[in-house]
């Protein structure tokens, strides 16, 4: 877990840092223009201040209300990675998409992490993987099947870890060659030893969004989806294209639909 201290005296900017932090592996701390800061036990001074005291120039983050983005936390945990040591040379993070992700975090050549998990919960894994793994560089290998859900998945990553300076996306062809798993990664599930085939191989460096679009047939999959895992209630086709393109997760799609059901409910005429 990171720490970061907050000194500004723009109320707005802080709480929209925090919160752009809230479900991440980031924690913030206020302080006020006229409190000390133990600088010790933080790893970043975040500030709006033009101005800051000799004591405190070193780990300073000078950013304006306007810079906030969904870049921002991203960006504070790669400056914070870059600056721990001992740091690996590489770190690869392996991705295999589906409706369940394998995700594995490969360090020079060794497998140090595998798990399965939602694609909502994907981007602050790697920002987990990031402050937890700290490394000269990190590539994130993204699997290109089922392209549908490839395309959201790398797109959801592009947009958030673009701009750190160490970090590389690529896109795998999953059909390109198997590796083989030795006994001792027998214990992972299948996606997670996809995502450590996936994790290995060389991949098509990518620097721009790829395309989008929902294919045929695609939408009627999730809502059939849906059913199976709601018992029978399935998404509007609204609601379904917003899991498509990776904007929500099946989950909270059927949240919402529930919502929409009850609210109805609730109407009186």
């Not at 925090?18 to 991440?24: F, I, M, V, Y």
């Not at 790669?78 to 992700?101: C, S, V, W, Y």
């Not at 599930?189 to 991949?203: M, N, V």
């Not at 294209?241 to 009850?262: C, H, T, Y």
């Amino acid at each position: 877990m990171a720490i970061v201290a907050v000194r500004t005296e723009d109320m707005r900017f802080y709480y929209k840092l925090l919160k752009l932090s809230q479900d991440t592996s980031l924690r913030i701390k206020f302080f006020p223009e006229n409190q000390d800061i133990p600088r010790k036990q933080f790893d970043l001074l975040v500030t709006t201040n033009e101005e800051v005291k000799d004591q405190e120039r070193i780990g300073v983050l000078r950013l304006k209300y306007e810079d906030l983005g969904v870049d921002t936390i991203p960006t504070i945990i790669g400056l914070i990675a870059r600056n721990h040591t001992p740091r690996f040379q590489k770190m690869i993070i392996g991705i295999d998409p589906g409706e369940k992700i394998g995700v594995a975090t490969i360090c020079d050549g060794m497998i140090l992490s595998a798990k399965t998990l939602s694609l909502k919960n994907l981007n602050k894994t790697i920002q987990g993987d990031l402050l937890t793994f700290p490394s000269e560089l990190v590539i994130i290998r993204i699997g290109d099947k089922p392209k549908s859900i490839s395309k959201v998945v790398f797109n959801r990553i592009f947009q958030v870890f673009q701009k750190i300076p160490n970090v590389r996306l690529e896109l795998v062809n999953e059909a390109a060659s198997n590796i083989k798993i030795t006994s001792s990664q027998q214990k992972f599930s299948l996606d997670e030893k996809a995502a450590i085939t996936i994790g290995f191989r060389e991949g098509q460096q990518i620097t721009h969004m790829v395309r989008d679009d929902i294919p045929p047939g695609r939408v009627k999959e999730i809502q059939n989806r849906s059913r199976e895992l709601s018992g029978n209630l399935t998404l509007d086709s609204e609601l379904a294209e917003l899991v498509a393109l990776g904007k929500l997760s099946m989950e909270d799609a059927l949240k919402e639909k529930i919502k929409g059901k009850n609210s109805k409910k609730g109407t009186s005429i």
